[in-house]
């Protein structure tokens, strides 16, 4: 995965129009050039810093439940 959403963009179009069976995982940077890269062909698309915060949010309900039924 690149650290680039315009070539990632570029690869996924690229790669769909090579072969239309592939399954193509890739990253985006940001919510909108994730639709983007989804409507080019992208089967997937990660975006590390929103992932992250799921995965936050996961260990602070883990680490201090009575806190998270609060809401």
Known sequence: MIDNDADNLYITVTARSLNENLKIITRAGQQRYAQAIRTSG????????????????????????AHSKLQ
Do not use: C, Q
Request: proline share 8%.
């Open 42 to 65: 992208a089967d997937e698309v990660v975006i590390p810093e929103y992932e992250g915060g799921l995965m936050t949010g996961r260990m602070i309900e883990r680490f201090y439940p």
